[in-house]
Every structure is written in C-alpha cells, then in structure tokens.
C-alpha cells in the first residue's frame, strides 16, 4: 500500500541580512512538524529556500559593491548563511530552493505568459504607493495614516506602465475560501484578512516593474520584471516540478497540506496566492497557518532596530535541540511571544535538566546500581505500582497527537511533560532506595524500574520530532533498540522485561543561569559603538531645498557666549565683505581657539535670533548624532581651499 502523502513548506526567506532567531522559529516549528508526520509513517516533502529578488536585495548588493547574485549567493551558501544554519539546527528539509535557480526562473516566465493568455494579466498604468522595505504596493486607502500598512514606513509615490492581475475578479472565491472553510488559520486571521483587505474591494495587483532589473524578466515584454512576490510564492509550486523537468513531483504532492508562514505574510499567501492558482486552474493548499512573531521587549526583531537575537550563538552554547525544544515549547504558534535570554534558561533548566535529564540519570543509574544494569526476565507477577503513571504514559500518544494535528506544539510537548513530571513523583513516593534494602522487595523494585524505563521510552519516542538528536541518546542510555517508532508508542509495555541499560552523560547539562546572563549580554553586546540612525525624513521637494542659502564661511573669531555653557559666539567671512555673527550651541564639543581659521559651512537666510542678549544670523551645520546613547556633533569643516562665499547646492 503507498504512503500517504503530506507537503509541508516554510516561507522563503528573503536573503537581505543574516537570519535571525525568529526565522529560525518558523523553520523549526516546520521541521518539528515533518518530522512527527514521518515519525507516523506518512511520504513528507518539506520545502524551504530563499526569496531572492527585488529592489531591496538590489540596492543592498550596491551598498556592497558587488553584483545581487553574489551578494544572495554569500548569504545563502557562505560560511554561516541560511543553508549552514539549517543544517545546525538539524533541519531536514527534503529540498531547496532558490528563486535564482534557473529551472524557477523560467518556470515563472511560463506561469506569467499563462495568466496573460487567459486575460487575467493585462498591461496599465501604476498610479499608487510603494513601501521599499515590504516591496509592496499600496492604494491611497489601505495605507494606514499615510503609512504603509504592514510594517508602518513611509511610502513613496510610484507611476509606471505595468502589468496587473485581476485580483478583483477572484474577491467572491477568496472571501468564501476564507469565510466558509477552514483554508487560513488562526481564525482570528481570517477577520484581519476580510475587514482590512476584502471588505474595502479588493483592487487589481501591479505584477510587474520597470524602475530595477534584478527580478525575472517578463519574457515578452523586456524591460519589466515580475513582481518579486508573484515569483516567490509560486516557489511552491515550481519546486515540485511545475512548469518546469527539473522535478517531477507535482502531481504526487499539490496541493500543498500546509504552508506555515508569518503573520505578516498572511495577506499574500491567503488573497494573492490562492486567487494565482485560481487563475492557473490549479487546486489549492489546504491550510495556511500564519504564525506569531517573536518579540524583544516588545517589538518585532529587525536588523535596524538592532535587537536581534543569533541562533548560531544559542545553539553553539546549549545545544540545537534545547533550542529547538525552548522554540517550541515556550511559545503557543498562533500568537507572539516575548524572547528573552532569562526564559531560554530557565525552560532549558526547569523542563530538560530537571525534568527529563535528571529522570532519565537516575533511572539509568539505579539500574546499574540496584541490577547490574540489566533487569531481570520476570518479575513474578508483579504489578504496575503506579496506575496513574502506566495508563497516563500508555494514553500519551493519543494525547500529544491531538495537539500535534492542531499544531499546537507547546500543548503537545506539556502533555509529554505531565508524564515526565509524573514519573519523576513516582520516584519520590515509591523510594526505590529504601526497596533494594530489602532482597524481598527485588520483583518490586524491578518493576518500578521498569515503569520509569517504558515511560521514558514512550516520552523520547513523541519527542523525537523535537529533540531528534537527544532522543538518540536516550533511546540508547535506556536500551530501547529499536523500539522508536510511532507504533511503539501505541500502549504501555512494549520494552522486554529483561532491558539493559548504559550509563552515559548527562543528557541536558544544568546551566547556571546568573552567571549565563552575564555571558550573553558580553557575547551579544555590539562590538564598536553603537550609532543611532534617525529614519530619514519625509520627502522635500528641489524648490524646498533650493530655498536654503548654504554657503561657505571663514571662521575669523571664535569666543565662548558669557554665562553660557553652550554657546560660542562666531564671526564670519560669508564672502559677502560683510563679517557675520552666528551664535552656535556647540561649546561642549570645541575650545574656541581650535576653530578660528577654519572653514566651515552655514545656512545664511534664516530670521535672526538672539540668544543671551545676542543676535545670531544663520546657523553653522554638524553632523549630530547619538551614540551609546550620548549625543556626539562633529562641525562640518570643508578643505580650507574652498572660498568663502561659495553656494551649496
Ligand atoms: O517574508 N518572529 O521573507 P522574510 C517570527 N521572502 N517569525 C519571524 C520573525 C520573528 N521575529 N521575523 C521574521 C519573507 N519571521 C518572504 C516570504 S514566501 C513565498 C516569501 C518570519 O525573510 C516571517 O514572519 O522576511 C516570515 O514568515 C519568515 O520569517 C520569512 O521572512
């Protein structure tokens, strides 16, 4: 009989800047998810990759100096890049894609042609807004107070002959899709989806642009790119072969079972995409799952905000699968959470060291103690000690599986802990200690043992998707052989009677958390100071600027301003013949003497103003800024070969 099937993917993400712990959460989460649906015997295909068009990656590969494809191609397959990461954190995806493949890029150029064929893409004009960073397009309504809607930055006007989708025409389907079936989960998504996007109509999407090249020409039509979101969620599809010989999975794996993704993508992977396969009369995924972010004190991790948290640091100090395990089992998947150095410790302390290792480390040493580490072939019939533990171990499975099937891993790895935390009492009230004082206990003791050995065995089988790698190491501390399996984990009972155990490390080290604390903080601090960039301003236009006079100045005399501790009191050649009194609030940063003779740049036409009973006519320009949290000015000084006088423009 074939397997069932079972397609999982994750987003692609977008190779801009190294990843961060919270891609790292998605991918995770995914991994964790094929590898339960293998662990039940099902045919996985779980896809990842990366997103590599786009204005942004072509603009950042300029600040670099180098082409776009070297720059995603460092990031990608370069020493610490996405593909070394997921092979540290042990992430077993069967394939991977890259947007820059050619077999996609292509693939894409015939998915495009196809939905022009049919009418659904038309050629117009784009008269709206764009958002640079989300590299999306707006109308004037959905921007939320004049801002871009997902991540609340300025957008810019764009107009420009392109290609549209319409989008309009699939709105009825979509909003069925998602009201009337379970399609898009968590439900609270759905009413997100239809109040902000398909209640106010949907409009037709812009697919094409004409104002960058590093995107994958419309191949009949040079000069326009495909929309890089348009080319990054059909990945799904050209992975498996569609559209393309490079594969030849489709048909066995589309549609998709589920796409895991963040929330911020929901709109596109809930509205574009589905209203995309629609158009190429392709069948749908059955579920999108839009994840929550997690948070540093509060905000959404991001490069420019400097809070991000590295996975390669984390999982090099404790280890991939207690990282792995804290991704999972601290946060619930559908909502956000707040990462903190403190909760990673304390949930690998409490539930790993604690719980399971030190379970695990005096099961396996009591047997060597009590048993020459092998129990015996029989324990004349005696019974489980403990009902509560044998039946709540043997009902585990069914238990952790209804979460799992929700998705709800933290609720699926607490059910696997209650039993854990059951054991570890177990212990306690029978006091195998005091038992081996006594030879007539020994059929008793054995037993207790053998409870304590079944049950972790049934534990490290359902967390195995987890923590694979630690579930190897207690498979063979406990001497479960092959007994790993989904089916080994249906009932109570299934390891021989006579096991025989191996002592080895200790499993989870138990960390010390103050001492951690302080580690990290060294490790993550910032190296080299820490300059605070001001977003840029909104848009002037050439007639305001050309209004500022900004000319060149000879700095003549310099003094400080009496009973100020801030001013300076400048008398300048402006190259008028006139000398000019500019007062400037710069005294902390200069001695006055320093500056005389040199050349320096002031605005001239601004109102006059007087200051400790002083007039100040213009103002002498610095750069400003803040860093490490103090502000720093450096007076703009020009080569003293440039003459007074001379405009700024
Ligand atoms: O969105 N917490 O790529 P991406 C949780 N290329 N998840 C987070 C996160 C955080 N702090 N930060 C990012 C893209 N993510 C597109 C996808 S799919 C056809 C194209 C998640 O690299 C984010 O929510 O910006 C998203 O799901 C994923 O990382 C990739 O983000």
């Known amino acids: 009989m074939s397997k069932e099937k079972f397609y999982i993917t994750t987003p692609i993400y977008y190779p801009s800047d190294k990843l961060h712990i919270g891609h790292a959460y998605c991918t995770v989460c995914t991994d964790t998810m094929a590898r339960y649906m293998r662990l039940r015997g099902y045919d996985v ?11 942004k990656i072509e603009d950042k590969a300029r600040e670099a100096g180098v082409s776009p494809k070297e720059f995603v191609d460092n990031i990608v397959e370069g020493p610490r890049g996405v593909k070394d ?16 493949d050619d077999y996609h890029v292509s693939a894409i150029q015939k998915i495009f042609r196809k939905m022009y064929d049919n009418g659904d893409i038309y050629k117009g004009k784009y008269v709206g807004k764009y958002c640079k960073p989300c590299e999306s397009f707006w109308t004037e309504s959905q921007l939320v107070d004049g801002k871009c809607p997902d991540c609340g930055r300025e957008v810019q006007d764009a107009e420009e002959e392109a290609y549209f989708f319409r989008l309009s025409k699939y709105a009825d389907r979509i909003r069925d899709l998602l009201v009337n079936t379970d399609f898009l989960e968590p439900r609270s998504r759905v009413n997100e989806m239809v109040k902000n996007f398909i209640d106010p109509g949907l409009e037709d999407l812009c697919v094409s642009r004409t104002s960058f090249t590093w995107g994958i020409p419309v191949d009949f039509d040079p000069g326009h790119v495909v929309y890089v979101w348009i080319d990054a969620l059909s990945n799904y599809i050209t992975a498996l072969g569609y559209m393309n010989d490079k594969y030849d999975d489709f048909e066995k794996f589309w549609p998709a ?30 579920k999108v799952f839009g994840h929550g972010w997690l948070l540093m004190d509060g905000g959404k991790m991001s490069k420019s905000k400097g809070n991000v948290v590295d996975p390669y640091l984390l999982a090099e100090r404790y280890g991939v699968d207690a990282l792995r395990f804290f991704l999972l089992r601290e946060f619930p998947f559908g909502s956000d959470g707040n990462f903190s150095n403190e909760a990673l410790i304390s949930r690998i302390n409490t539930d790993l060291a604690n719980s399971l290792g030190n379970l695990v480390s005096r099961t396996v040493s009591m047997v060597i103690k009590y048993f020459d580490g092998r129990l015996p072939e029989s324990y004349d019939g005696v019974e489980a000690m403990d009902q509560e533990l044998t ?5 585990l499975r069914g238990a952790y599986q209804e979460q799992m099937d929700a998705y709800a891993f933290q609720n699926a790895l607490g059910e696997i802990f209650k039993v854990i935390g059951r054991a570890n009492k177990f212990i306690d009230e029978t006091e195998p200690w005091k038992l081996a004082k006594d030879e007539s206990n020994r059929e008793r003791l054995a037993r207790v043992m053998y409870d304590l050995l079944e049950t972790i ?64 903080e060294k490790l993550s601090a910032p190296t ?4 605070k960039v001001e977003p840029v301003l909104p848009d002037v236009t050439i007639d305001d600027f050309a209004k500022c006079d900004m000319r060149v100045c000879k700095i003549l005399a310099c003094e400080n301003v009496k009973k100020s501790e801030k001013l300076l009191k ?19 940063f200069y001695k006055p003497d320093d500056l005389v003779g040199k050349t320096a740049v002031a605005i001239l036409n601004l109102p006059p103003r007087k200051m400790m009973g002083l007039e100040s006519n213009g103002m002498l320009l610095s750069a400003v800024r803040e860093v490490d949290g103090k502000e720093e000015l450096n007076l703009i000084l020009l080569d003293d070969s440039v003459p007074a006088g001379a405009r700024l423009c």
């Open 570 to 588: 400048f008398t300048l050649d402006d190259g008028s013949g006139t000398p000019r009194q500019i007062l400037s609030g710069i005294a902390k």
């Open 85 to 100: 990461l997921w092979k540290l954190m042990n992430i077993s995806n069967d394939r991977f894609i890259r947007t820059t």
């Open 391 to 395: 039946s709540a171990a043997g009902a």
């Open 528 to 531: 080299g100071p820490q300059v």
């Open 257 to 286: 079972d589920v796409h895991f993704i963040g929330k911020e993508i929901v709109r596109f992977h809930s509205i574009i995409w589905p209203a995309m396969l629609m158009s190429l009369g392709l069948p749908l995924p059955k």
């Open 45 to 55: 295909m779980f896809l990842t990759g990366t997103d590599e068009h786009g204005q």
């Open 457 to 520: 065995r049934i534990c490290a089988v359902l967390l195995q998707p987890v923590m694979p790698d630690s579930c190897g190491r207690i498979f063979t501390q406990i001497g479960a052989g092959d007994l790993t399996s989904w089916d080994s984990a249906a009932s109570f009972g299934m390891l021989p009677l006579d096991t025989a155990v191996t002592k080895g490390e200790a499993i989870f080290p138990r960390i010390d958390m103050d001492r951690e604390l302080e580690e990290l």
